[in-house]
């Protein structure tokens, strides 16, 4: 899919680039898909707290992993020489020395995700055979996880918005970052503190999610059958 892109449609990552995610076209969710993911994120009645989180923490693992392949050979060690969302740099930690080091961003991506799934198939965090349990540990482990996609999420945000938009995609990718914000809402695993680099578009995107649920799009308005924004709203 990045194949798609050439060259000269390369923005630079400078960090004083327009937030696109923030404009008219970038605000945009799956039609189809407004109001649910608030509803999916809660955990169903009668359901373990502990499997609960283990089954998402392995959707978004997918979810996550999908969004950034949209992107993954654009982002390089030229492109983005570090792991950063705006202004804000995020050091990679060595689990074994507890060093920090300034990687390039898709090092850094691609370290997190590679450990991620390396703890998703290990029985003694993620128990699947019988005999194993969930550690203590569980929501302390499940924290360092959700940080992590965070901060992949918000890279992809503040430095490769404008790729997604160009493959006509920035719909899902908000669907599935909707869906996690409301989902670390939910059960406490991401302060505030760690939202911050996309505070003002999670304001927004849960907004234009309420609002879409009050006032649905008309069906003969000229827009993307399957995507709604707040322009929809406001051209008809
Ligand atoms: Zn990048």
Known sequence: MAALFRRGDRKPTANSEK????????????????????????????????EWLATNTLSFFNQINTQYEVVSELCTASTCPTMSAGSITYE?????????????????????????????????IFPTKFGYEFPPALFQIMKKIYRLYFHILAHLYHHHFHEYQLLRVQDCLNTVFLHFVYFVQEFQLLDS??????????????SLDKDLQKHPPQDDHDTDPVSASVVAKTQN
Not at 21 to 33: I, R, S
Not at 108 to 123: F, G, H, P, R
């Open 193 to 206: 503190r760690e939202l911050s680099p996309l505070e003002d578009f999670i304001q927004r995107l849960i």
């Open 19 to 50: 937030k696109l995610y923030l404009q008219p076209e970038g605000l945009v969710l799956v039609y189809n898909l407004v109001g649910q993911m608030y509803e999916i994120s809660k955990l169903p009645p009668h359901a373990d707290v502990c």
């Open 92 to 124: 990679w930690q060595d689990g074994k020395n507890k060093r920090h080091s300034k990687l390039p961003a898709k090092e850094y991506i691609d370290s997190a995700l590679t450990m991620i799934q390396k703890q998703l198939q290990d029985d003694s």
